[in-house]
């Protein structure tokens, strides 16, 4: 026996252990984000439910902006085109920095925003130059 069942663990994270169906983390639907920007070009990119607009939209050609890292400058706020029944609540640090930022409070930030399932569409405003 190993310390702290060290090879187990090591097993169980390469696969090769007797773990049950019950032990193993639930696998994570797909989700479809499409950003357009004012130009009308669009982009599609496909994530996992949970996954904020802002960190699907990295993997894009022309990834959404964003200026911080605590969700207060509202530089990735996005317009839902379509499928706002599809992200998480807007909660009040979200309303919040909208209205500290003179932004609409339809808006949602990309960094705060995850998409639950299905398929998400969103205008953004700000990108990335890469």
């Given at each position: 026996m ?5 090879r ?8 090769l ?9 639930p ?19 496909e994530?996992?439910e ?7 939209s ?37 309303c ?10 339809h ?13 998400v569409?969103?205008?953004?405003f700000?990108?990335l130059?890469?």
């Amino acid at each position: 026996m190993t310390p702290f069942k060290i090879r187990k663990r090591l097993k169980a994270l390469l696969g090769l252990g007797q773990e049950s169906e019950e032990a193993r983390p639930p696998l994570r639907s797909k989700v479809v984000l499409r950003v357009v920007d004012d130009g009308g070009m669009e982009q599609s990119f496909e994530g996992h439910e949970g996954d904020t607009v802002l960190f699907v939209s990295g993997n894009m050609e022309k990834p959404i902006g964003s200026g911080c890292n605590d969700s207060t400058c509202a530089t990735c706020r996005v317009e839902v085109l379509d499928g706002a029944e599809y992200l998480s609540p807007q909660g009040d640090h979200e309303c919040k920095t909208l209205r500290e930022n003179q932004h609409p409070e339809h808006l949602r930030l990309a960094c705060c925003a995850e998409i639950l399932r299905d398929s998400v569409h969103v205008r953004a405003f700000e990108f990335l130059e890469l």
